[in-house]
């Protein structure tokens, strides 16, 4: 079976225990080559155990994050030069309502979930 390249946002919530009622949400575009839709869902599942690991044993004791979801994950056409699991793109979003936000990602990882299964 030959490998494609998938694209994925991976989305985490940042808590700042200095500002609790600021909604942060880092979204992060990356890019993984897998076999199939199923492999590379898990392992963007991998990947953003990796980064909570990496942010939450930082210094700054202030901000924690969490795994929000995978906003999107979606086949695309070989990349030139480019490097599985390399960072695209990424934004911190700051919303005013985050449990609907919340409540809105966790509906899209969902059904992106149920499409995995559907298509396995």
Same mark, same amino acid.
Do not use: Y
């Given at each position: 079976m030959q490998q494609c390249w998938f694209l994925t946002e991976l989305i985490y919530r940042i808590h700042d225990k200095n500002c609790p009622t600021v909604h942060q949400f880092d979204k992060q575009m990356r890019l993984i080559k897998a076999d199939s839709a199923r492999e590379a869902y898990q392992a963007a599942l991998v990947m953003a155990s990796h980064e909570l690991d990496k942010? $939450?044993? %930082? /210094? $700054? @004791? &202030?901000?924690?994050? &969490?795994? %929000?979801? =995978?906003? =999107?994950? @979606?086949? =695309?056409?070989?990349? &030139? &030069?480019?490097? /599985? $699991?390399?960072?695209?793109h990424y934004t911190i979003d700051t919303a005013g309502a985050a449990r609907e936000y919340m409540h809105s990602l966790r509906t899209r990882h969902a059904s992106l979930q149920m499409q995995i299964a559907l298509t396995a």
């Open positions: 942010r $939450n044993t %930082a /210094d $700054n @004791q &202030e901000l924690t994050w &969490e795994f %929000a979801g =995978i906003g =999107i994950l @979606q086949t =695309i056409d070989k990349p &030139e &030069e480019s490097v /599985d $699991n390399m960072e695209l």
